[in-house]
Nanobody
C-alpha cells in the first residue's frame, strides 16, 4: 500500500493562497493517479483535483477550476496543490488519496490509500 503525508494547511484570509504537499512512500509503483479531496463540516467528502502520476493529465472540480493547480514531482514522489484566490467556501479538511485506477475515476470511494488530512481555513 501507499503511505501519504499531507502538509501545508493553515489559516489564510479570503483572496489569499496556500500550497499543499502530498508525499508518497511505500509501494509507490502501485498507484497511477492521485487526487485531492476535501470535506467541510457536515458535508460529504468531495473531489477537488486529480493528476495522473505518469501522464501528468489533470482534472479539476468546477468550483476550483482557474484558481487551484495540481502538479507533481515524480523524482520526489510528491504532489502539490496550489490554491489561489481562496474563499471561505474552500474551508475544509483536505486529503490526498492514491489509487491504481483508469484515468477518470474521481469518486472518493474508489481510492484506497489516504493521507491523514490537513485543515485549511479561509477567513472572510
Amino acid at each position: 500500500q501507499v503511505q501519504l503525508v499531507e502538509s501545508g494547511g493553515g489559516l489564510v484570509q479570503a483572496g489569499g493562497s496556500l500550497r499543499l504537499s502530498c508525499a508518497a512512500s511505500g509501494q509507490i509503483f502501485n498507484y497511477n493517479v492521485i487526487g485531492w479531496f476535501r470535506q467541510a463540516p457536515g458535508k460529504e467528502r468531495e473531489f477537488v483535483a486529480g493528476i495522473g502520476r505518469s501522464s501528468g493529465i489533470t482534472k479539476y472540480a468546477d468550483s476550483v477550476k482557474g484558481r487551484f493547480t495540481i502538479s507533481r514531482d515524480i523524482s520526489k514522489n510528491t504532489v502539490y496543490f496550489q490554491m489561489n484566490t481562496m474563499t471561505p467556501e474552500d474551508t475544509a479538511v483536505y486529503y490526498c488519496a492514491a489509487a491504481n485506477l483508469p484515468y477518470g475515476k474521481w469518486s472518493p470511494s474508489e481510492y484506497d490509500s489516504w493521507g491523514q488530512g490537513t485543515q485549511v481555513t479561509v477567513s472572510s
